[in-house]
């Protein structure tokens, strides 16, 4: 199924903006409602509500950093890469609609990040999820879209790599 260009842009421009807004009222709401380091326990065993900041990367990479350049290549690089994301929609080379929807999702999640690091220099993070003892990274709304975006387009690349290697004249790789 393919949404004629004007409809699928407002689809993307609205998902992204979902995400970006979505992510922003969840933090804002664990902000407000809970104390920095409080946890709570929403579901025994698998789930905590946990109010944490974290003022590096991914899994907490570069948090203990007290460089003030850490911030700022962070900026960088996550304005560079949500650059790179418009021009592959804007140029439709993001793909069929599950790359489309997952690069979205990607720019919203990235938005919604830098924009708590423009505001706090660091990231709000609060779901915290878990087997037993075996705990995940914290995360929040944004790092979800960004997670659920790259599965989207890993997903459509693996459907486009398993129907090529089907058309007649290519080699199986």
């Avoid at 007290?66 to 890469?81: A, K």
């Avoid at 069929?96 to 979205?104: D, E, H, L, P, W």
């Avoid at 929040?140 to 090529?164: C, H, P, T, Y």
Wanted: aromatic share 10%.
């Amino acid at each position: 199924m393919s949404l004629p260009r004007n409809s699928r842009w407002i689809w993307l421009v609205f998902a992204a903006l979902a995400v970006l807004a979505t992510d922003q009222a969840s933090k804002y709401t664990v902000e407000m409602l809970t104390a920095q380091n409080s946890i709570r326990v929403l579901l025994p065993g698998v789930l905590n509500l946990v109010h944490t900041r974290n003022p590096g990367v991914a899994f907490g990479f570069l948090a203990d950093s007290e460089s003030p350049l850490v911030t700022s290549l962070v900026l960088f690089f996550s304005l560079g890469v949500m650059a790179f994301l418009i021009w592959l929609l804007a140029t439709d080379r993001a793909g069929g609609v599950f790359g489309q929807t997952g690069m979205a999702l990607i720019l919203g999640g990235a938005a919604g990040n830098m924009l708590d690091r423009l505001l706090h220099r660091s990231v709000t993070d609060f779901i915290d999820f878990h087997l037993g003892d075996h705990h995940w990274y914290t995360f929040n709304v944004a790092d979800s879209a960004i997670v659920i975006g790259a599965g989207l387009v890993l997903l459509e690349l693996l459907r486009d790599w398993k129907q090529a290697s089907r058309e007649p004249g290519r080699e199986k790789v």
